[in-house]
């Protein structure tokens, strides 16, 4: 018998099956359930139930949840692209902001207990002109992007409601993140792609832009440390203290794949592009005891190795590996 059963929401996507994955791996015992569009069906884990559900029918999202008797929640949905939330901020805003309240009401009248919300650490916005290095949970929000001002209304309304109607909620705020079969509309899986089609590396041409990584098990083993021993109405940053711009890690996928530097070209920047992301994951470590497994350096050997013996899985996807 099932100690417990989690739903993942959005669990054909990037985080949703590394989450899956990690779940089935670490808690064989529990059942999971993968709740995803049909669009995504075919990156669902088969190892899990997969059901069908567009986020946009909170009446079906409750009746998978009384259905199956799910007792926690995980919110993976939505739309993670900046690129194509600017092209379409109303999108963007449905994914991310309304699409999170049904669930949210799915799990209200169906008196799921305990649920966790995939959130990202560019609520925090820009953090090059902040006073320290990286900004912890304190740290005042200023999104100001279609996408951060999305994931920061959905994050309020999720704590809202948990304040509100008595249930357990918790919300992680993590840096990029990167790992296996993750779409290239994402900077590293672009990169690899297009170097292992032979194509040239855009970069955008801001000096002293980076970002913080974390690889993708490493944000589950957090939800997994949160669910287990977290405070709930509490947000968790989630972050490697690795940080990397993209000329650096284009060197890293070219050197790796043993082609050469010439291959990277500077592209005009976007309207409105961060110029640094980093977040102060103190409080995930010293409340629950995470500590991020996995450095930069060798995770992006795998990542990209992952990419060199799975061709067939990202060809379907090659249309999005263009310069934006």
Known sequence: MAESTVLVVGGAGFIGTNLVRYWLDEHPRDRVISLTSPRHRKHAHDSAVNVECELDNPVRIREVLSEHDVDTVINCGGWSDNARAVRDPLGCFRANVADCVNVLEACRTSGVRRYHQVSSAEVYGDIDDRATADVDESAA????????????????????????????????????????????????????????????????????????????????????????????????????????????IADLILDYLGLPTALKTLVPSRPVLLRRTGVDSGKLRTEVGWRPEKHFATALKETIEWYVDNRTWWLPHVDLVGAR
């Open 141 to 248: 929000q200023r999104p100001f992007t279609p996408y951060s001002s999305t994931k920061a209304a959905a994050d309020h309304l999720a704590l809202a409601y948990g304040r509100t109607y008595r249930f357990d909620v918790t919300i992680t705020l993590s840096s990029n993140n990167y790992g296996p079969a993750q779409l290239p509309e994402k900077l590293i899986p672009r990169f690899v792609i297009r170097a292992l089609l032979g194509q040239q590396l855009p970069i955008f041409d801001s000096p002293g832009s980076s970002r913080e990584w974390l690889h993708v098990k490493d944000h589950c083993r957090a939800i997994d440390h949160i669910l287990a021993h977290g405070t709930p109405g509490q947000r968790y940053n989630v972050g490697s203290g690795e940080s990397a711009d993209a000329h650096q």
